[in-house]
């Protein structure tokens, strides 16, 4: 399903929260992005790190920067444009979004739940991840013991979070930004069936999984925002900021270097 989205100019400034008023960075606007949405409820969880998450593909390789971000509902609408609940995406000024961002944390409407550089290979794949693991049991195996059966519970792991996934062409030009969210229900519920001399109960998990994908060329001094689904059982929504990062001043060293 592809979603063209469209924002309208928004002049709500003040968001008020119990009896307490609290003025908020002036908006941020940008072009909408079209984004490729899919989502479903499942017992299994989009979300499957690696073994090894420390590799890293081999190549020329494209800096960038992903920060994942959990925002206020009212202030994403306010200050970035974004809808009070569905996918988005928005091409924004990074350093006017990262102010906002920064002014939202410091009010206590954004949570960056983690920022890092992402080397971006030509035809390959990078991406990070912001995990919760939940142990639960997820049935049980029989083992007989002399004349009984005895029921061993079988444990196994939940992954709920955030994945962002980035991929970009030859010259670095266009990145196509993939971010996987999967929430866990909780309570998980639970089913009782009967067993060797009495009932056995075990965990059934159930994941709201989304899924968002936009490609867009990120200049310099340019960001991608993407983001607006909500974060299980709160007011907040999920975004994340992807951007390049400004290159550093040339040292003597380097001048030397390129004498």
Not at 14 to 43: F, H, I, K, W
Not at 60 to 78: K, L, N
Request: charged share 20%; hydrophobic share 45%; net charge negative.
């Amino acid at each position: 399903m592809r979603i063209a989205l469209r924002t309208s100019a928004l002049a709500l400034l003040v968001l008020t929260t119990a009896c307490q008023s609290v003025s908020l960075p002036d908006p941020v606007r940008g072009p909408e992005l079209d984004v490729e949405y899919t989502g479903t409820v499942s017992s299994e969880s989009w979300i499957t790190p690696p073994a090894d998450i420390s590799v890293q593909p081999e190549g020329e390789g494209f800096q960038y920067s992903v920060t994942v971000y959990t925002v206020d509902r009212d202030a994403a609408r306010s200050v970035l444009g974004l809808p009070s609940l569905g996918p988005a995406a928005l091409q924004v000024d990074r350093s006017a979004a990262r102010s906002a961002l920064d002014r939202l944390e410091e009010l206590g409407l954004a949570d960056p739940l983690h920022e890092a550089p992402i080397e971006l290979v030509a035809g390959k794949t990078s991406q990070m991840y912001v995990i919760n693991q939940t142990a639960y049991v997820a049935g049980f195996d029989l083992e007989s013991a002399r004349d009984a059966y005895l029921a061993d519970p079988r444990v196994e792991v939940a992954n709920d979070g955030v994945q962002v996934k980035l991929e970009t062409a030859a010259n670095g030009a266009a990145v196509a930004t993939e971010m996987t969210i999967a929430r866990l229900r909780k309570p998980m519920p639970r089913i009782s069936v009967a067993g060797p001399g009495a009932p056995v109960t075990f965990q059934l998990p159930v994941f709201v999984n989304d899924r968002l994908r936009v490609t867009t060329p990120i200049a310099d001094g340019q960001a991608a925002v993407l983001g607006g689904l909500p974060v299980m059982d709160t007011e907040n929504v999920v975004l994340a900021f992807v951007f390049k990062p400004e290159a550093g001043p040339e040292t003597d060293a380097d001048q030397t270097a390129g004498d």
